[in-house]
């Protein structure tokens, strides 16, 4: 009976902290979008700002995660019909937010890409190859470039 009642008190307080990170996994995905406007429309100051607060978010994340774990080992939630629900929609949210990373990780390789290729063919670069003292070939790095003009 004992058992019974420290089964459930673990078990309501594994769902409150489930709820606690579904709720903190809204605001990750609204920072998250935040950072994916300002990439794309060169905000570096929001972008330096939703950075700060996405890292403030990502630890209280963790450290939700962290008491999660614990009470998980404590009682099996699989087996527990009531926890499934919360448990299935922090697993969609954390879905929605690995795709989002995804999204602007792609975004950010082609953009970079595409810049290299630009600056590639637009500074000149030292013709002669260099090696590193293990004998790979490095590769040569951008000139300094002054623009006059905002791209």
Not at 112 to 137: E, T
Request: glycine share 2%.
């Amino acid at each position: 009976m004992a058992e019974d009642k420290a089964s459930l008190v673990e078990k309501q307080e594994l769902i409150q902290v489930m709820q606690q990170e579904n709720a903190l996994l809204d605001t990750i995905l609204e920072q998250q979008t935040v950072l994916h406007v300002c990439v794309t429309k060169r905000d570096w100051k929001g972008l330096e700002s939703a950075m700060t607060n996405l890292q403030a978010l990502s630890d209280t994340f963790s450290e939700l995660e962290t008491k999660r774990t614990l009470l998980c080992e404590a009682c099996n939630p699989v087996r527990e019909h009531d926890i499934a629900p919360v448990m299935q929609e922090v697993r969609g949210k954390l879905l929605k937010s690995k795709v989002e990373n995804s999204a602007l990780n792609a975004y950010i390789k082609t953009t970079r890409r595409f810049l290299q290729g630009v600056f590639d063919s637009v500074v000149p670069q030292r013709r002669n190859k260099v090696y590193s003292r293990s004998g790979a070939l490095v590769k040569p790095e951008l000139s300094s470039v002054v623009l006059n003009q905002v791209i």
